[in-house]
């Protein structure tokens, strides 16, 4: 038999199914007979349209489905592949590394501009951890007298000139002394108490007396320094100009705050990196560092009393609106407002005597 001729017969038969077919044979579209068992299916399969290579490394894809599922449709004409657009190197980064690529350019740009804003930011102590600037005088010319202030919600932090921030200050140290707190609770405790108005005249400044929970000291003889400073002739209601009364409750007009070391840091910033208090005027807080009224400072020596008369008439000073001053002239006494804890020199006058009250 022609074995090639058959299978073109087959072919021209499946693409026309009204041809006269042999008996004993059926086609794949043919209908039963009646009475009669349906013809087995023929042997052969159809046939196999050519396939094209789509290119040297792809796959082979045929243009008509080989089981014949896509007779009588036109042949498929593969898609022509599109050529591969070359990415930029941005581009290929990105799509390997997803948008997180782009996160470390940029924390390198926002980390450097930090960094630059810190070592080009104020160093003189000037400005609150809130960014409110500090009305305290530190940058004064040399022997110029600072106004008084009459704005209570300042930060007062003790901070030299700005010229003294390019030396070592060693006089800052605190002095040899007892242990004292560096770490509380944050949390600060009224004392309990009053006392009677002290002065004949002038308004009224009602305050109370706190420690921060966790700060070891005696809270009694505390409250009562604190008083009893206050309430003297030459403290800050001398000759009727105001008065004080200590109270434990209603409303007050400041507060004196003993604190652990790391409070007065956050309560007062730390732009320098010694000990020193505050007057808080968002809080309302003359804030006394417990540092400092345990050792005191090295101007005052040994003299830890009189440093405590000094550090509670100065930050309770700028609870009254009071700025800082610098010395007058060499030899003469110090202002209350002076810095003193820093030291008793003036750039340009000359060294002031060491002196704790207002109006001495």
Avoid at 184 to 198: E, I, K, W
Avoid at 325 to 343: D, N, S, W, Y
């Amino acid at each position: 038999m022609n074995w090639p001729f058959v299978r073109m017969w087959d072919a021209w038969r499946v693409t026309h199914p009204a041809a006269k077919r042999p008996r004993g044979r059926a086609g794949p579209g043919a209908e039963p007979s009646r009475g009669r068992p349906v013809a087995a299916r023929e042997p052969f399969a159809a046939p196999y349209d050519l396939v094209r290579l789509r290119a040297p490394e792809g796959p082979l894809r045929a243009r008509v489905d080989p089981a014949g599922y896509g007779r009588g449709r036109p042949a498929e004409h593969p898609a022509q592949p599109r050529p591969a657009r070359r990415r930029g190197r941005l581009r290929r980064v990105v799509a390997r590394h997803d948008w997180r690529a782009l996160a470390v350019p940029v924390l390198a740009v926002a980390t450097f501009l930090a960094v630059t804003d810190l070592a080009t930011g104020d160093l003189d102590g000037s400005a609150d951890p809130a960014g409110r600037p500090e009305a305290s005088g530190a940058t004064a010319p040399p022997g110029a007298a600072v106004p008084p202030t009459d704005s209570r919600r300042d930060i007062y932090v003790d901070a030299p000139p700005a010229g003294d921030l390019n030396r070592a200050l060693p006089f800052t140290a605190l002095p040899a002394g007892g242990p004292y707190s560096r770490r509380a609770s944050g949390r600060f405790d009224v004392l309990p108490g009053s006392s009677r108005t002290y002065g004949s005249g002038g308004p009224l400044q009602r305050y109370t007396v706190e420690v921060e929970v966790g700060v070891v000291i005696d809270r009694a003889a505390f409250a009562v320094a604190v008083e009893r400073t206050l309430g003297d002739r030459r403290s800050w209601g001398a000759a009727g100009r105001m008065s004080f009364q200590r109270v434990d409750s209603g409303p007050v007009d400041f507060r004196v705050s003993l604190a652990s070391s790391m409070t007065v840091r956050k309560l007062c910033g730390y732009t320098l990196p010694f000990e020193t208090s505050c007057y808080n005027g968002v809080l309302g807080r003359a804030v006394i560092n417990d540092a400092r009224w345990v050792r005191g400072a090295v101007a005052y020596r040994s003299d830890l009393a009189a440093y405590r008369l000094y550090v509670v008439n100065h930050e309770v000073g700028h609870a009254l609106g009071r700025g800082h001053e610098p010395c007058g002239r060499a030899g003469a006494l110090a202002p209350v407002m002076m810095q003193q804890t820093l030291g008793l020199d003036t750039a340009g006058v000359g060294r002031c005597r060491r002196n704790p009250w207002p109006y001495p």
